[in-house]
């Protein structure tokens, strides 16, 4: 059955917001299998695909930091892309759980040899826009800011980057990296700032936001982030290069919560908390030139992906 497939892809963390985003991405093509993984730690089995015409898609619930689950998956199924997105996300969860985050560098190292022994083509490695820490370079090139990471989340990302390109170079296994930006829409955990403040508003509950809220972000729909990372599928513009996936659109933390009561017709009170002891970065914007070219449309503009979410009713996974 599998032969009928022109492409054999495995998403690891398939049952997470993006990493699901994808997968409802790549099975809309025909030529390509997707076979989805996750240990569901953080993943949500909502978020797998509904039934499709192509039949297409499954499911196996497995660990990449277990060696032996993730061996028998690869070594069975001889993928010939794999889309590496497991791992501990979300700033709160990282801090509280650093050990947990660490523990994903075995994971990336399992990965990367089963990929080189496996005769995997090319790894797609979501990165993270933390691996700039406190930026001193805006908007954030790739190949110019430096990476200042300190937290552990942060530093995984990094050495995970780092691995890529040493395979790279001593066994010619292709990558692309994606460094992603905050990204927003259906499907995102409830924990995250934008499904956070969207809840609170349509609830008619306090908005809480830590220190003044003049830290500034960008937040990527999700429709865009996927569809920029699976362009790379198909060509290779990028290959062995790194990309942003962001919006290049900023705007305050208090301006967002502003924005959310404003489209939701709230009644909500923004209430300030102690500043984040770590991990709060003061601005956070992206250089995005080879995410539009790869795109090649017209951004989701803030208001409209926020509507989009909200209508959705799926912002509290």
């Known amino acids: 059955?599998?032969?009928?497939?022109?492409?054999?892809?495995?998403?690891?963390?398939?049952?997470?917001?993006?990493?699901?985003?994808?997968?409802?991405?790549?099975?809309?093509?025909?030529?390509?299998?997707?076979?989805?993984?996750?240990?569901?730690?953080?993943?949500?089995?909502?978020?797998?695909?509904?039934?499709?015409?192509?039949?297409?898609?499954?499911?196996?619930?497995?660990?990449?930091?277990?060696y032996r689950d993730i061996s028998d998956v690869m070594t069975a199924y001889k993928f010939d892309y794999v889309f590496h997105y497991a791992a501990v996300v979300g700033v709160k969860r990282t801090l509280d759980n650093p050990v947990s985050v660490l523990n994903d560098i075995s994971g990336i190292k399992y990965i990367l040899d089963?990929?080189?022994?496996?005769?995997?083509?090319?790894?797609?490695?979501?990165?993270?826009?933390?691996?700039?820490?406190?930026?001193?370079?805006?908007?954030?090139n790739e190949m110019t800011t430096p990476l200042n990471s300190r937290l552990p989340y942060a530093v995984v990302k990094n050495v995970g980057e780092a691995f890529l390109r040493s395979y790279k170079q001593e066994f010619n296994l292709d990558y692309t990296i994606f460094r992603f930006f905050n990204t927003y829409g259906p499907k995102q955990s409830g924990d995250f700032v934008m499904t956070r403040f969207i809840k609170a508003a349509l609830q008619g509950e306090r908005i809480s936001i830590y220190g003044d809220g003049s830290q500034t972000r960008t937040f990527c729909y999700r429709d865009d982030n996927v569809d920029a990372c699976a362009n790379t599928l198909y060509n290779t513009d990028h290959l062995n290069d790194t990309v942003n996936i962001g919006s290049d659109f900023e705007i305050s933390v208090i301006?967002?919560?502003?924005?959310?009561?404003?489209?939701?017709?709230?009644?909500?009170?923004?209430?300030?908390?102690?500043?984040?002891?770590?991990?709060?970065?003061?601005?956070?914007?992206?250089?995005?030139?080879?995410?539009?070219l790869l795109l090649g449309r017209p951004m989701v503009n803030l208001e409209e992906g926020i509507r989009k979410t909200i209508e959705s009713g799926q912002y509290n996974f």
Not at 6 to 29: H, P, R
Not at 258 to 267: A, G, H, V, W
């Open 1 to 66: 059955m599998l032969s009928a497939f022109k492409n054999k892809i495995l998403v690891t963390g398939g049952a997470g917001f993006v990493g699901s985003t994808m997968v409802d991405k790549l099975i809309e093509n025909p030529e390509n299998f997707v076979l989805i993984v996750d240990n569901l730690s953080t993943g949500n089995i909502k978020r797998l695909p509904v039934e499709n015409p192509y039949n297409n898609w499954k499911f196996i619930k497995c660990n990449c930091n277990a």
């Open 114 to 140: 089963l990929c080189k022994n496996t005769g995997v083509k090319r790894i797609f490695f979501s990165s993270s826009s933390e691996v700039y820490g406190e930026p001193f370079e805006h908007p954030q």
């Open 255 to 292: 301006d967002l919560a502003r924005l959310i009561i404003k489209l939701t017709n709230s009644k909500s009170e923004i209430i300030h908390l102690p500043p984040l002891a770590e991990g709060d970065m003061s601005r956070r914007k992206p250089d995005i030139e080879k995410m539009k």
